[in-house]
């Protein structure tokens, strides 16, 4: 029953009408849990809330699936606006964003020049991107997208998905280019043929990937909020002396907010994906996709008064 769920939200993610009617009528069916907002003062709001408690942020300015230039131009500008702000405001915030929001299922061009600008507005006003990373699909893409990138720019990350059989030797692949990385389990529905389908397959591949990065040398934020998979980086960082500085433990906004506190008193980094926007739809299918737990949270916004 639960993968039947999984699957039908991961469906419903794609599904443009429904996208299109999320944006008309603004957050309702409990998206308010996990979304910040949808405009960028109400998404420094919370920035400067978390902030206050000791978290730091990435902000991610919700979009993907661009199909026109000019909508791809659009969100470049957009997102520029919102490193700008970041930068005046002060906010220790990073900013993530998808590819396929800024161009990249239209020409590598285009994407190209916008994640340049981008880039370097965020490198003038100190904030870093980290990219985050879609389907099977367009991974490799966006890895040699990336690779290009981080040889011009130090202010930039990418995402690596512990569900992907490819996923050992991508961490190989970049450690030639010291990259900073985010490692999730993953969130989207893959094929069989590339993907583990298993739970306890992902997690020890998890395992895995985030001893080779972080033994390797190289900064690993661990994107996570399985509890077994914190307490293993804990003993891992201990047993190989690793500082605290060269990881740091990355939930989601509105999930497992008071055990984000507890680390931060640990003294770990721990850093909030806080996203906003009114493409929220795609983000929020998969949230409920991913946790069970999430989909009554969201009927208790559909019916909350």
């Known amino acids: 029953m639960e993968q039947t769920m999984k699957n039908l939200f991961l ?176 969130a989207y529905m893959e094929s069989v043929e590339v993907a583990f389908p298993e739970k306890k397959d992902v997690n020890e591949n998890y395992k895995k990937i985030i001893e080779r990065h972080l033994l390797n040398g190289n900064y690993t934020a661990v994107a996570s909020h399985d509890e077994a998979i914190i307490e293993y980086t804990k003993e891992l960082v201990k047993k190989h002396q690793i500082l605290n500085d060269q990881f740091e433990f990355q939930m989601l906004y509105g999930i497992r907010p008071e055990r984000q506190l507890e680390l931060v008193k640990e003294g770990y980094k721990m850093r909030v994906y806080v996203p906003f926007g009114t493409d929220w739809f795609g983000y929020f299918m998969r949230r409920l996709a991913e946790r069970p737990a999430n989909v009554a949270f969201a009927l208790k916004g559909i019916f909350k008064k």
């Open 11 to 186: 469906f419903l993610s794609k599904n443009k009408m429904l996208t299109n009617l999320a944006k008309k009528y603004g957050l309702r069916f409990g998206a308010s849990r996990f979304v910040a907002g949808e405009t960028i003062d109400q998404a420094v709001a919370v920035i400067k809330d978390l902030n206050r408690e000791g978290l730091d942020v990435t902000l991610d300015y919700l979009g993907e699936f661009v199909e026109s230039e000019q909508e791809a131009n659009l969100r470049t500008e957009h997102s520029i606006e919102v490193i700008k702000r970041l930068g005046a405001e002060g906010l220790t915030s990073q900013l993530s964003l998808k590819l396929t929001a800024v161009g990249l299922d239209i020409s590598d061009e285009l994407v190209m020049k916008n994640m340049r600008l981008i880039l370097t507005a965020a490198k003038e006003n100190n904030v870093f991107v980290t990219i985050d990373m879609e389907d099977f699909t367009r991974c490799q893409k966006t890895l040699d997208l990336f690779k290009t990138l981080r040889i011009e720019y130090d202010n930039i990350g990418t995402v690596l998905q512990a569900y992907l059989f490819r996923v050992m030797s991508d961490i190989e692949d970049l450690n030639d280019y010291n990259a900073c990385l985010r490692l999730v389990k993953g």
